[in-house]
């Protein structure tokens, strides 16, 4: 049973580039969502998806878009990244706004 | 205000000691308040979760206390375990009053259990 699954795991980025996260959820949930963990700053939600075909922006979504294409899979795209933007990147998704399934993240290094 | 304040920051704690965690929250429409365990290199999971109309709810050795008038929460862990030591995040939700479906996150605590 996968449950979240994130790729990739570690990616170092110029400043500059680009690069998409991919999320995918086998659980048939319908809410997915997009955060990062900083170190004392906890996890701080970037984007977040109620349903295939919707998004909304979270807390941090400066930088960042997101499509939900299909239910299963939400994906954060980073159009130029900044070394702001350095970070571990966690995906979840729950089947009604209680308990989260989380990923095993995404570190990501922008140079 | 969205915040939810937590502390500490960090914690040693000596094996079956009791461990305790504080989390402060300003919103009064927040009806959903978990605790996340998060151990290195892996994805935070849930704990225990309690909502405002109980004040207290246990599983096994964790406990979390709840004081709707003061806006706080707590996490005890009793008899302290070194497989404990993790990253404990509390949180707070208001999607079912708000429908906005999003979870505000307290900055974690690293706790660490010696043996």
């Known amino acids: 049973n996968a449950g979240v699954t994130q790729t990739p795991k570690f990616r170092v980025l110029k400043t500059g580039q680009s690069m998409t996260l991919l999320c995918a959820q086998d659980?048939?949930?319908?809410?997915m969502y997009w955060y990062r963990q900083d170190p004392g700053m906890g996890l701080r939600l970037i984007h977040y998806s109620v349903g295939e075909g919707t998004t909304a922006k979270g807390e941090v979504p400066d930088g960042y878009n997101v499509s939900r294409l299909k239910k299963q899979n939400f994906l954060l795209g980073l159009e130029s990244a900044a070394p702001s933007q350095t970070s571990v990147y966690f995906c979840a998704s729950s089947a009604t706004n209680e308990k989260l399934f989380f990923g095993s993240g995404t570190q990501l290094s922008v140079l | 205000q969205q915040q939810v304040k937590q502390s500490p920051q960090s914690l040693i704690v000596q094996k079956g000691g009791i461990s305790i965690i504080n989390c402060a929250y300003e919103n009064t429409a927040f009806d959903y308040f978990p605790w996340y365990q998060q151990f290195p290199g892996k994805g935070p999971a849930l704990l225990i979760a309690i909502r405002p109309d109980v004040s207290e709810k246990k599983e096994g050795r964790f406990t979390i206390s709840f004081n709707k008038s003061a806006k706080q929460f707590s996490l005890h862990i009793m008899d302290s375990q070194p497989g404990d030591s993790a990253t404990y995040f509390c949180a707070a939700s208001k999607g079912w009053t708000s429908g906005t479906y999003k979870y505000i996150f307290g900055t974690g605590t690293r706790l660490k259990v010696l043996a």
């Open positions: 659980m048939n949930h319908e809410y």
